[in-house]
């Protein structure tokens, strides 16, 4: 199957600072690109879908601001959590997908806020 | 809402144990219906997927059965190995490319 590349795996950053998280496709090009958000003991929760090229489209409740994501090639991805929060320690995800084809995972980067 | 909902773990076996992982959904519409699968370190595979009622997915020597009438989507592998021990997702999709996830199972097998 294809090969989706998450970046960093694990990251711990102080309060009020931004951390950048990288989602690659590493051997096809990516239509689309999904970003999910896992709290411990629940489900991955869809944050945004984004299309090369394009705004990325938020799913209710997710603030836009805060959870930066731009996708401005076909391969390459990236969510920037922006003045971090203890609140926002999570299990990140993202997917990407070829049109008609599955969705590729990442192998997910657990971000704490200290 | 659309949703999943699926067993609780850890689920810890012995190896060659039967396994079945429960995974019921609520969808307005007729979704598909997927089990994804974590190994520790790695992004979730796809495992298996059934599009419509009675449908039967199968990989791996898992198998899952699309039951409309019970809303269901089990999980089950017949003879459970220590290389199986991994996280399970059941997910459903509505016509778009977006998945609702349950909230996982970790399966545990021990030799």
């Known amino acids: 199957g294809a090969v989706v590349s998450q970046h960093p795996s694990r990251v711990i950053c102080k309060s009020g600072t931004s951390v950048k998280i990288e989602c690659r496709s590493l051997?096809?090009?990516?239509?689309?690109m999904f970003w999910y958000r896992q709290f411990p003991k629940q489900s991955l929760m869809l944050m945004a879908t984004?299309?090369?090229?394009?705004?990325?489209?938020?799913e209710q409740g997710v603030e836009k601001d805060k959870f930066l994501i731009n996708h401005a090639s076909l391969t390459l991805s990236t969510l920037t959590v922006t003045s971090a929060h203890p609140e926002d320690s999570s299990f990140y995800i993202c997917?990407?997908?070829?049109?008609?084809?599955?969705?590729?995972f990442g192998q997910g980067t657990r971000l704490t806020v200290v | 809402g659309n949703s999943v909902t699926q067993m609780e773990g850890p689920v810890t076996l012995s190896e060659e144990a039967f396994l079945t992982i429960n995974c019921t959904y609520t969808?307005?519409?007729?979704?598909?219906l997927f089990w994804y699968v974590q190994y520790p370190g790695e992004g979730l595979q796809l495992l298996l997927k059934?599009?419509?009622?009675?449908d039967k997915g199968s990989n791996k020597g898992f198998e899952a059965t699309y039951r409309k009438e019970t809303t269901s989507f089990h999980l089950e592998k017949g003879s459970v190995q220590v290389s199986d021990s991994a996280v399970y997702f059941c997910?459903?999709?509505?016509?778009?490319?977006?998945?609702?996830f349950g909230t996982g199972t970790r399966l545990q097998v021990f030799p």
């Open positions: 984004s299309n090369e090229g394009s705004k990325a489209t938020y």
């Open positions: 059934a599009t419509k009622a009675d």
């Open positions: 051997d096809f090009q990516a239509t689309t």
């Open positions: 997910a459903l999709s509505l016509d778009t490319d977006k998945l609702i």
């Open positions: 969808a307005t519409g007729y979704p598909s």
């Open positions: 997917s990407a997908t070829r049109t008609g084809d599955e969705a590729f």
